[in-house]
Structure formats: structure tokens, C-alpha cells
């Protein structure tokens, strides 16, 4: 193995500023450091080398043959250490790399996947890995760099931008409605066969909550069919079941083209906030603060292509 004598990189720089301005006094006037440490760090350099790199009189300063061959080497070599830095800085602030972001199934297939094109677009550099779960993930231990959630925040170490209110629909198919009627209000779901949403036994049935102007109300529907997923909800009340409430994101369509039918409209029922969460105890690398600013860009037509099937 080659060895290499001891070797300090500011030794190494001041010897070249030493030479450039002609003087130990000079270049520590220009670096601000006493003429002293610059000579002794230079004699420092010469030690380590075993080579005189400068001829030394009271009036003048001159390099050896070596020294000028030294030199012109460690001029090229920071020079070559500058571009590296710079073209180092120049990457991190470029997005670049693998971003993770997962979201709910619903929210993915319907809102997400219709960012992610342009998105990579924009940021050539940057792949994505996508999880769609309904299940919470941790960002430290799964590696998330953004999650779409829902519902108010409790880890104080996370961040997190608002996206959107997210609209929950009533719904059901004419083929239904046709043969069981139009609830005209909330309480008219009571003779309705309804699908509800629950991970557990409710014996007394399990809430919808709507509002008109300043009232609220809460419904308890006995639901017939208990499901987890709006996927399987959504295919249900397509082939008639009967009546369910979805995320607007993911019935959308279905109302626009009379698959389904946007029921109780002069009761909405609550809304639902949807944050994108990222972890706050960090800077941001620039694919993470470049997805929070697209996304962010994409909120008002995200708000629109909701109302217009309201």
C-alpha cells in the first residue's frame, strides 16, 4: 500500500495563496490571519514533504524547481475540489432519487394517480414508489417520505399541509331507486337497506352524520352488509345493493355518467380533511419540498373537479 506523508488540505491552500500574493504578509492580510500561522503552516507542509517548495530572503520569495512543479499541481487539484463542491451543491439542491409516498386506496386510485405523470415530468431525476394502504405507516420505520392522511395530527415531530376537504357522497344505483324509492331525508335511510362502514360490532348501528345550514344531525343505521373497504362499497351499491355514502373522489365519475345517483344533496354530510404528513425533525430534500409544491399546485383544480359533480 502507498503511503502517504501527513497532509492537511489548509496547509496545502495556503501555500498557493502564499504564492499568488507574492508574500507570508500578503496572504495573511487577504485571509485575515496572522503572518506567523501562515508561515509556520507552509514550513508545516515542507516538513511533512521533506522538499523545500520556497526560496526565502527578507525581500523576496521564489519558489524552488520543485516547488513550482508542486504548484502548478495543487493549483489544478482545488480547482478540481471547487468544481467537485459546486457540482455537489448543484445536485442536492436538483430533486433527484426515490421518493416514497403512500395514501388510502381510494385517494391513490382516484387523485394520486393523476398527479404522478406530470410530476415526473417536471423532475426527470426522481422516482416514484407508490404504497396505496388503508393501514397506518410509520414514516421513520417504513421510510415514507409523504403520506396522505386523514383526521387531525397527534405525533408532534411530523408536519403537515393541508390538501383538501374531502367530500363524502351519498349514493345508490337508479336500479335501487327505482325499486325502493328516494330517501327524500336522512331519516328516511332508516327504511333503506344500507351498507355501512365498521371494523367492530355496533348492536345499536352505526352513525351518519349530516348537516343543514347551522343543523347537524346523526343517524344511526342498522346496517345489513358491514364492510372495511369503499372499493367493494362502491361495487356493491354499482350493482344495486342498496345505499352507502363514498368518498366523492371515488364516485365522482360514477355520478357524472348515471351510474349512480348523488342522493340527500341539501344534507352533505361532513367533510373530511386529507393532509399530506412528512417528518418535521429534518430539512427537506429537495424531492420531498418539490412534490409538497406540486401538490400544492394541483389543489385548486383538485377543488374544482370535486364541486362539479356536487
Given at each position: 500500500m502507498t503511503r502517504f506523508p501527513k497532509f492537511d488540505f489548509n496547509e496545502l491552500y495556503l501555500f498557493v495563496q502564499v504564492v499568488k500574493a507574492g508574500s507570508f504578509s500578503a496572504a495573511g492580510r487577504s485571509l485575515n490571519i496572522p503572518k506567523a500561522t501562515v508561515s509556520r503552516k507552509v514550513a508545516q507542509l515542507e516538513?511533512?514533504?521533506?522538499?523545500?517548495?520556497?526560496?526565502?530572503?527578507?525581500?523576496?520569495?521564489?519558489?524552488?524547481?520543485?516547488?513550482?512543479?508542486?504548484?502548478?499541481?495543487c493549483t489544478r487539484i482545488l480547482a478540481d475540489l471547487e468544481e467537485a463542491n459546486l457540482m455537489v451543491t448543484a445536485h442536492q439542491d436538483i430533486p433527484h432519487g426515490t421518493l416514497r409516498l403512500t395514501a388510502?386506496?381510494?385517494?391513490?386510485?382516484?387523485?394520486?394517480?393523476?398527479?404522478?405523470?406530470?410530476?415526473?415530468?417536471?423532475?426527470?431525476?426522481?422516482?416514484?414508489?407508490?404504497?396505496?394502504?388503508?393501514?397506518?405507516?410509520?414514516?421513520?420505520?417504513?421510510?415514507?417520505?409523504v403520506?396522505?392522511?386523514?383526521?387531525?395530527?397527534?405525533?408532534?415531530?411530523?408536519?403537515?399541509?393541508?390538501?383538501?376537504?374531502?367530500?363524502?357522497?351519498?349514493?345508490?344505483?337508479?336500479?335501487y331507486l327505482e325499486t325502493y324509492g328516494v330517501p327524500e331525508t336522512p331519516f328516511d335511510l332508516l327504511d333503506h337497506r344500507c351498507l355501512c362502514f365498521a371494523t367492530g360490532s355496533a348492536?345499536?348501528?352505526?352513525?351518519?352524520?349530516?348537516?343543514?345550514?347551522?343543523?347537524?344531525?346523526?343517524?344511526?343505521?342498522?346496517?345489513?352488509?358491514?364492510?372495511n373497504d369503499v372499493?367493494?362499497?362502491?361495487?356493491?351499491?354499482?350493482?344495486?345493493?342498496?345505499?352507502?355514502?363514498?368518498?366523492?373522489?371515488?364516485?365522482?365519475?360514477?355520478?357524472?355518467?348515471?351510474?349512480?345517483?348523488?342522493?340527500?344533496?341539501?344534507?352533505?354530510?361532513?367533510e373530511r380533511e386529507v393532509f399530506m404528513v412528512?417528518?418535521?425533525?429534518r430539512l427537506l430534500a429537495p424531492k420531498v419540498q418539490a412534490f409538497l409544491e406540486f401538490v400544492e399546485e394541483q389543489i385548486p383544480s383538485l377543488r374544482d373537479w370535486l364541486t362539479s359533480a356536487a
Open positions: 516538513a511533512n514533504l521533506e522538499t523545500r517548495l520556497l526560496y526565502r530572503t527578507t525581500r523576496h520569495l521564489s519558489l524552488t524547481e520543485v516547488g513550482r512543479l508542486y504548484y502548478d499541481r388510502p386506496f381510494s385517494f391513490g386510485n382516484a387523485i394520486l394517480n393523476r398527479w404522478l405523470a406530470a410530476f415526473l415530468d417536471q423532475y426527470p431525476q426522481v422516482t416514484l414508489d407508490v404504497i396505496l394502504t388503508n393501514q397506518y405507516l410509520d414514516l421513520l420505520t417504513d421510510r415514507i417520505d403520506a396522505f392522511s386523514g383526521g387531525p395530527l397527534e405525533e408532534s415531530s411530523l408536519s403537515y399541509r393541508k390538501v383538501c376537504d374531502l367530500p363524502y357522497w351519498v349514493c345508490a344505483s337508479s336500479t348492536p345499536a348501528g352505526y352513525p351518519w352524520r349530516f348537516k343543514q345550514d347551522q343543523e347537524e344531525i346523526e343517524i344511526i343505521i342498522p346496517g345489513r352488509v358491514l364492510v372499493t367493494f362499497a362502491r361495487r356493491a351499491v354499482l350493482s344495486g345493493f342498496g345505499i352507502t355514502y363514498l368518498p366523492g373522489t371515488l364516485v365522482r365519475d360514477d355520478i357524472l355518467q348515471g351510474r349512480l345517483v348523488h342522493l340527500l344533496t341539501a344534507w352533505p354530510m361532513a412528512y417528518r418535521g425533525d
